[in-house]
């Protein structure tokens, strides 16, 4: 096979959050590419969906039941990880929260703990944990989920949209650390993608029209859209970027700062 500069065979993938969404379309694309795939998320079904469309493209999936909020079980997952597959090539922070849909000053302290814990804590533990496999192996591919609401001030999405904007931060801090290494950090800022977790935007009608006309895609982004992003950003074809954030979005935040 010609080198696309997007083959993953040989190499090992963690991905959190892949029973569902952006995560799952994620883990299978790595997949298509080549790639043996650690799935985590906190519940098994899903992951074993996930699971077997992976083994139906002849690769390898294991299954680890993760709360990416507990930093026991973070570091459970990597360890996982490395005694079954040797080590680690790509980690894929994807599983994230939004408990609070609503005016940032209406947040109370336990909004707070739980998005801090699983979209930056559980991030950086999970890079903290893999970082020493990969310097091993002579290099590897961080890539972060964060979110267009780490780049703008969006609507009632105030303190989700803090953490994100957390990730972006770390992904910069960690891509200047980590050359050295050969390890690239990047981000990707998806826009709005039908899954389940922005089913509070999709399902009010007035709102989803809304957002679909001052898109200049002209309509709702898919987990395909990431999936591809993610496969750029887990291969040697993005060998030269690091710290990152690669905006998926349909073109909205050119609408935003037009
Ligand atoms: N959808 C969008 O419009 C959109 C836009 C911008 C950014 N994003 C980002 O894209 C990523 C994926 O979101 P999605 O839309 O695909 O969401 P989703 O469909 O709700 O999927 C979330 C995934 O994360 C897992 N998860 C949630 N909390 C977890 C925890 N504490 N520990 C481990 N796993 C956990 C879920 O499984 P369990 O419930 O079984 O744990 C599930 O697998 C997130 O980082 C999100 O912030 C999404």
Known sequence: MSDSGFDLSGKVAVVTGASRGIGEAIAVRLAKAGA??????????????????IEAL???ALIVPTNTSNKDQVYALINKSIET?????????NAATNPHYGPLLESE???????????????????????????????????NVA????LHSLAWQGLYGIT??????????????????NIQVNAIAPGFIKTKMSSVLWQNEGLANKMIAQTPAGRIGDTEDIAGVALFLASSASNYITGQTLVADGGITNVYTS
């Open 164 to 181: 994100k904007a957390g990730v972006i931060h770390m992904t910069m801090t960690l891509g200047n650390e980590l050359g050295a290494s």
């Open 36 to 53: 043996d795939l650690v799935i985590a998320s906190r519940k098994t079904e899903g992951l074993d969906e996930t699971a077997a469309t």
């Open 58 to 60: 002849g690769r390898k």
């Open 147 to 150: 979110s267009i609401a780490g």
């Open 85 to 93: 597959f040797g080590g680690i090539d790509i980690l894929v922070n």
């Open 109 to 143: 302290d336990s909004h707070w703990e739980k998005t801090i814990q699983v979209n930056l804590q559980g991030y950086f533990w999970a890079i903290k944990a893999s970082v020493p496999s990969m310097q091993k192996r002579g290099g590897g591919k961080i890539i």
